[in-house]
């Protein structure tokens, strides 16, 4: 179940790292289509959603540490144990974002849903796995 879990947070992780991407690195040009954004949007936004980004890659970096270390560690220990706080702080995080724009964006819920469903799958695996 914990393997099962650490797979979802790694998926979770690579599309905040895609998100990174689009927000940080190509936000005026390609990101334009995903987003919806004119010329002038992209550009009157662009330090908003290079700082957003980063969020995006920190997040995914923490679950990255923890699926790396849960991995390494052998069940029960404490190197697993932190791995596996890592890896829940991570993808809660990213799942409580989702909540946030989900909430306060109606017109963004299908993002929302698009960045918080596999952190949220990752979030209940890993803590049932934790109890089975």
Do not use: C
């Amino acid at each position: 179940m914990i393997a099962t879990g650490l797979v979802l947070a790694g998926l979770a992780a690579a599309l905040h790292v895609y998100i990174f991407w689009l927000e940080s690195v190509v936000w005026t040009t390609r990101a334009r289509a995903v987003f919806g954004t004119t010329e002038q949007e992209a550009e009157s936004t662009r330090e908003m959603a290079f700082n957003q980004g980063f969020y995006n890659l920190f997040l995914a970096i923490v679950a990255a540490i923890g699926i790396v270390l849960t991995a390494a560690g052998t069940a029960g220990s404490a190197l697993a144990a932190a791995g596996t706080a890592l890896a829940l702080a991570g993808t809660g995080s990213m799942v409580a974002a989702a909540l946030v724009l989900f909430a306060s964006s109606p017109d963004k819920r299908g993002a929302a849903l698009k960045q918080g469903v596999v952190p949220l799958l990752a979030v209940v695996v890993l803590v049932v796995g934790l109890f089975v």
